[in-house]
Structures are given as structure tokens and as C-alpha cells.
């Protein structure tokens, strides 16, 4: 089963190499990781997407508690939260499927942020579901690039995950 | 006052309680090496770094205080890897100082470069590379807080030359802040009062007890326990001395080689005890069938320790000297049922027995052939069972485990979670320097022993009068035992072809050798290996094709063993 986690870690040299080593080394899977510095600046925060059973997932959160540069673990799934993904799609364009580009990306609320007379380069935001949804469509033009985030996930309400 | 960062170093280690170290010196410790030059810190030169690691190692397995290695950049801190891994398997406290080139030629591939903190991030409880001067004390501060608290393991640090050179107000902080690592000692009270209930309804409970008996100081709290309730005891090898072997009530190991009766009350129990130990692959043999009719509690101070193999009924997690203190406090308030318990179990003390009878732990003695076991029986019972042992891996180290009947806490230094041949010599040298009037005695293959078997030299130098049991059988016995079993003997790589003269091995080094061939020459070998003052290496010629059993093969449950060859 799929599993998004927020990992609370020190903000200090080495500890993303800690989190992904712990991985590694004990054959867990990471299917997407997304790390950026917290309002406190000595703190980061990783969102990442594993799957295994219970558990798996068990000791997947009680050896991420176990680094010493681990400062909080939360599994989201199961409870409320929202999840969004960026995701920026080089598609290919021609006089015939701009148009057809344009609808599509207004019907999943993205933008066009650059043009060539061959190509759009467009921007979403959303569940990877919704950026799932626009990569199948704008597949037959001809998907030159896309680069994705992965998935940061918040708790919904209005209790915060300190830092 | 601004001192230097190597003197930073060293006055922080005193202030830790540091008084000896194990190292081995190199350009980029020069400036260590310079300061210890005149320093009360005692230092102990070995031949090796690796060697310098297990010392350590050793010296804290035996002290429970926190070991301390030094090594210098590159090479000499490769060499240390090995060390650092067995410490970790085994969960040992030790603090591993490691020279680093210059921080601006970090990353540079400079000479004697390697990224230590790369290297070592899976086998250290934490690392740190020195980057700044002003972080030295706070980082020493913390790598011995984290070494020696929770489930003890070793912390490294990478210490840049140029740090070492560079000048800073020395300020040793009294407290450590770590938010992300809070261990939790006091187990859980309701946790406890539910075991107290189940070990009060078991009719057939065993404990399980592993190392953590002994990182703990709990063996008290264990024999209390066991005097209480009259619960039989096994234990794993790492946890062979914190239970006294000759206790009625002891079981010896269990596991791929642990005794018959130990195998089946596992396998037969209704309550399993597990405290301190981790349900390693060769304590439970096939998993789906480890103690498959039975209830488990697991006291554990690392929560990621429980269920990882096995799921468990009760889980706590705490220390172990609190937890166990609790279970026999909440046990003495129903001093009824406790009775009851004990009256209530006696037919599976009977039951035990009776296995025990069927099939004890013996060996078929021989009069033409120096058996393995017999000369492991006879160094017991010649050191009162009170010296320290040590072990190298094979054979001989299940033998050790099998027959030396332990009596003492902290006597029993064997690498269990890693297996490193080569542990046995320097860890035995570790002993001897943290205790110089102690009996410590490495018990080796002549395999193993090979290892590190430079370590002589150490000995010598510092007249450390460990004395070295080689259970020679010209093979590396464990391995061919496997192959003699699974592999149709076909004994590939496994015959010690050159036979080494270990007595002109040992006096080139300045030792002692002494030899014995015939079984009656076992006896006078060992009394003049133990009369014989400073170091002494005893070579024993024994039975080439003894086999250590019982055996689980790889795979099977825990009581399906083959017992005879």
C-alpha cells in the first residue's frame, strides 16, 4: 500500500544521505522524495511516498525515529490531508493541436508559461492523480519533457506540524 | 583559554572519564599524536587499525565504559570500518576519532582521502565530520552521550588536520541537546503490569534473554527474576555470561547450535520472555515456526527492535534493569499467585529435565585425539570459570559458547552480530589493559587467529599476559563443516594447506609458545600456559573433523536439529 510521510529532520550536511541510505540499505522503496528548509531555518522537512504492509511501514517509521537527525515522523495516509504535486510538461505543438493543448490545459486550470512556434511549456499544480490525468492527455501531441516534484502533502484543520 | 582543536580533543576525553585509548597514528592524526606525546591519557600502540577498533571494543564489552579508537585519514580509517561494523552488530559504546584531510581538499580525492562519513553512515549509531572548531566540544559532547545512551553503539568523528591546528576558547558543554533522540528508559508501567499477568497464567514460560541483559547491568535484575518465578533461562551468545550457566535453571544457548532442551522449550513454550534480544536468524531458525505455540512480551530499549522479525503480544519498550526491576516488584504484590506459578509450572521443569537427560550437551570424548571441546571443558574448569573469554568465529566460538561454563557478567567478549574472524586476539588485548590482573584468554581457530595475528606484537610490547587457545585443526572447521554436511564434502578452499609452527610464530614476537598433540598433554599445557607470566600462545593439534552440534540446518525450525554426526 502507498504511504506518504513527512520526515522533520535537522537541516544540517549529510542527513538527506541518511534518510535515502536508510532506505537503501534496508530494501525499502521510495517512490518520491521532496526536501526543502522549513520557517526554521535548521530545520527541513521530506515528503516522501513509500509502499510495503503494515509492517514494513512499522519499521519504516521507527527506523526513520531512530536517526538521530530525525526530529518528527508522520504517516499521512489514512488520516486527512491534502496532497499536491508541480509538475512542468514540455508538449510538442503544431498549427493543428494548439488549440486542442490550450482547452486542455484550461480545463486542468495549468498555464502556459512558455511558448515556441513548436512547443508549450505548461504548469501544474495538483494531486498526481489531476497530473496523471493531463500527461494522458496531452500524450498523442507529443510529450517532449516532464519534470515532477513529487507529491508534499499538509494535514488538514487547523492543527499545524511544528516547523 | 584557547586551546588547539586536537587539544580540545583530549581534554574533552578526560573530561569524559577517558584514560586509555587504542590508535594507531598517521599524518593526519599527527597533531593527536603530538598532544598525547605528553598527555595522561594513556595510548596503546597496535599493529593494525582494525585491531586498534576491536580493542577498544573489547575494553568496553568488558568495562561498560565507552571505548575509544584513533586512526588516521584514508587507509587508517578504512581499516576501522570492519571494527566499527562489529561494534554496531553487537551494539557496543565506542567513540572512533578519525583523521580527515584539510577541509578545504575535501572532496578534492586528495591523498589519504576517503569520505568517512560515506562509509560508515550504516554502521555507526550516528557520525559527525568536524567542520567547524567552534562545534568540536559540542560534538565530542554528543558523541558520547549517544554512544553510551539508549541501545549503545559507535559514533564516529572526522576530524580535518586543519581543525586539529586551528585555535578556539575551550568551553566542554555540561548538557547535551539532541531533540531528535530522546531513548526511552522507564518502561511503560501498564505494559508491565499486563506481562506480570501473562507470566502469572503461562504454565510453560521461558525467557529468551540476549546482550542487552549485559549493556543493561540488568543481570541482577534477571536473576532476581528467574529466583522468583523459577522461569528457565536461555540465552543467546551474547548474553552466555549474564546468566550463570551453572544456574539449575539455565538452558544455554539456543538458536542453529544452541542445546537440544533450549531448542525445544522454545519451540514448546506457551509464553515466550524475550528481554535484550533481537530474534536474530540463527537464534530462530525458520521464523514462521519460532516459538509458534507461545504468547511473546519483547523488552526491548530500541523500538525498532520489535516486530521487525517476528510479530509479538506484548511489546515494551524501556531499559532493561528498570523494566524487569518493575516486572518483579509487580510480580512480589500477588505473592499468592507467584506461588501458584511456581507450583503450577513444575511439570514443565520436569518436562525440561527430561529433554536435558535425552540429549545434554556433550561431545564423544576420545583417548587418541585431542577433542575441541575438551580442552574449552578443561580452560573453564582450570580458571574457576572466572577469567575473560574471547572468542574468533567458527567452530571454536560455538564451542566456547557450548562448554565454557560462564559464571560472570562481562566475561564473555564474542563478535555475534557480524561474526568477524580476527575479533578474538585484539579484543582479548583491550581486555587485558582495561584489567591487567584479570585472566583473559582469546580462544581461536587456527583460521581466525590468522587474521590478526600481528597483534602479538602488541602484546608483547605492553606485556599483556593474554593467553591464546588455537584449536588447530588445519581447516576452516565452520565452513567445512558446511560443506562435509551440504556440499557433499567437497571441502573447496577450506584446507589450511601450510602448516604454520604457531610456537615460532609466537617467539619471533617475544611470546611464549607452548604446543600439545596427545590428549594427556592438554592439561599440563594449559597450567604452564597459566603460570607462565606475559604472553602465551598455546597451540592444540585437535581432531580435524569435529563438528559443532546440535546444528539447525539453514532454514529448518529451531527443533529440527542433527544431533549426532
Given amino acids: 500500500m502507498k504511504h506518504t510521510i513527512s520526515v522533520l529532520v535537522e537541516n544540517e550536511f549529510g542527513v538527506l544521505s541518511r534518510i535515502s541510505g536508510l532506505f537503501s540499505g534496508r530494501g525499502f522503496n521510495i517512490e518520491s522524495l521532496s526536501v526543502a528548509p522549513t520557517m526554521e531555518t535548521d530545520l527541513s522537512r521530506m515528503t516522501l511516498v513509500t509502499r510495503g504492509d503494515d509492517r514494513v511501514l512499522e519499521q519504516i517509521t521507527k527506523q526513520l525515529n531512530k536517526l538521530i537527525s530525525t526530529i518528527k515522523v508522520v504517516d499521512f495516509t489514512g488520516g486527512e490531508y491534502i496532497e499536491r504535486e508541480l509538475a512542468l510538461i514540455k508538449v510538442s505543438t503544431d498549427a493543428e493541436s494548439r488549440a486542442e493543448a490550450l482547452r486542455i490545459v484550461d480545463i486542468f486550470r495549468a498555464k502556459v508559461i512558455d511558448v515556441t512556434p513548436k512547443s508549450y511549456t505548461i504548469e501544474i499544480t495538483g494531486a498526481p492523480a489531476k497530473i496523471n490525468g493531463i500527461l494522458e492527455l496531452l500524450r498523442p501531441m507529443g510529450i517532449k519533457e516532464v519534470v515532477r516534484s513529487g507529491p508534499v502533502v499538509i494535514g488538514r484543520g487547523a492543527k499545524g506540524v511544528v516547523g | 583559554m584557547e586551546l588547539t582543536g586536537s587539544q580540545i580533543l583530549l581534554e574533552s576525553l578526560k573530561l569524559e572519564g577517558v584514560d586509555t585509548v587504542f590508535g594507531y597514528p598517521g599524518g593526519a592524526v599527527i597533531n593527536i599524536y603530538d598532544d598525547l606525546y605528553e598527555s595522561s591519557i594513556k595510548h596503546v600502540l597496535t599493529r593494525h587499525e582494525q585491531a586498534a577498533v576491536h580493542a577498544a571494543d573489547g575494553y568496553a564489552r568488558c568495562t561498560g565504559k565507552v571505548g575509544v579508537a584513533i586512526a588516521t585519514s584514508g587507509p587508517g580509517a578504512t581499516n576501522t570500518v570492519t571494527g566499527i561494523a562489529t561494534a554496531y552488530m553487537d551494539s557496543i559504546p565506542m567513540v572512533i576519532i578519525t583523521g580527515q584531510v584539510p577541509t578545504p581538499l575535501i572532496g578534492n580525492d586528495a591523498f589519504q582521502e576517503a569520505d ?175 516459538a509458534e505455540k507461545a504468547k511473546i512480551i519483547h523488552v526491548d530499549i530500541d523500538p525498532t527492535s520489535i516486530g521487525k522479525n517476528v510479530e509479538v503480544d506484548l511489546p515494551i519498550v524501556g531499559d532493561l534493569k528498570d523494566t524487569l526491576g518493575k516486572l518483579s516488584g509487580c510480580l512480589n504484590q500477588k505473592p499468592e499467585l507467584l506461588e501458584d506459578l511456581v507450583e503450577a509450572t513444575e511439570e514443565w521443569r520436569s518436562a525440561i529435565g527430561e529433554w536435558k537427560e535425552r540429549h545434554p550437551m556433550t561431545y564423544r570424548p576420545s583417548k587418541s585425539v585431542i577433542k575441541p571441546q575438551f580442552v574449552i571443558e578443561k580452560v573453564s574448569e582450570m580458571t574457576d570459570e572466572d577469567a575473560i573469554i574471547t572468542t574468533e568465529v567458527g567452530q571454536h566460538q560455538m564451542w566456547a559458547a557450548q562448554f565454557f561454563a560462564f559464571r560472570r557478567p562481562k566475561t564473555f567478549l564474542t563478535s555475534g552480530g557480524l561474526g568477524t574472524m580476527g575479533f578474538g586476539l585484539p579484543a582479548a588485548l583491550g581486555a587485558q589493559v582495561a584489567y591487567p590482573e584479570r585472566q583473559v584468554i582469546d580462544i581461536s581457530g587456527d583460521g581466525s587467529f590468522q587474521m590478526n595475528s600481528q597483534e602479538l606484537a602488541t602484546l608483547v610490547q605492553y606485556q599483556l599476559p593474554v593467553k591464546i587457545v588455537i584449536l588447530n585443526n588445519n581447516y576452516l572447521g565452520m565452513v567445512r563443516q558446511w560443506q562435509q554436511m551440504f556440499f557433499e564434502k567437497r571441502y573447496s578452499q577450506t584446507v589450511m594447506e601450510l602448516p604454520i609452527d604457531f610456537i615460532k610464530l609466537a617467539e619471533a614476537y617475544g611470546a611464549t609458545g607452548l604446543q600439545a598433540t596427545k590428549v594427556d598433554e592438554v592439561e599440563a599445557t594449559i597450567k604452564l600456559a597459566l603460570e607462565t607470566p606475559g604472553p602465551v600462545l598455546m597451540n592444540f593439534k585437535v581432531s580435524r573433523e569435529e563438528n559443532v552440534l546440535p546444528m539447525v540446518p539453514a532454514g529448518k525450525a529451531i527443533h529440527e536439529m542433527v544431533l549426532a554426526s
Fill in chain 2, 116 to 290: 568517512m562519513c560515506g562509509i560508515t553512515r550504516p554502521c555507526t549509531k550516528h557520525n559527525y565530520l568536524v567542520a567547524d572548531i567552534r562545534d568540536l566540544a559540542r560534538i565530542i559532547k554528543e558523541a558520547f552521550y549517544i554512544a553510551r545512551t539508549g541501545r549503545p553503539g559507535p559514533v564516529l568523528i572526522d576530524l580535518p588536520k586543519d581543525i586539529q591546528v586551528k585555535s578556539h576558547k575551550f568551553n566542554y558543554p555540561d548538557k547535551v541537546s539532541l531533540r531528535g533522540y530522546k531513548p526511552t528508559y522507564s518502561g511503560n508501567i501498564r505494559q508491565i503490569e499486563k506481562a506480570a499477568k501473562m507470566v502469572l497464567s503461562a504454565r510453560k514460560p521461558v525467557l529468551y534473554v540476549g546482550g542487552g541483559i549485559t549493556l543493561s547491568a540488568a543481570d541482577d535484575e534477571l536473576l532476581k527474576l528467574v529466583e522468583q518465578t523459577k522461569i528457565p533461562v536461555t540465552t543467546t551468545l551474547m548474553a552466555m555470561a549474564a546468566f550463570p550457566q551453572r544456574h539449575p535453571l539455565a538452558l544455554g544457548m539456543l538458536g542453529m547450535h544452541g542445546t537440544f532442551y533450549a531448542n525445544m522449550s522454545v519451540t514448546e513454550c506457551d509464553l515466550l520472555i524475550a528481554v535484550g534480544a533481537r530474534f536474530d536468524d540463527r537464534v530462530t531458525g525458520r521464523i514462521d515456526s519460532f
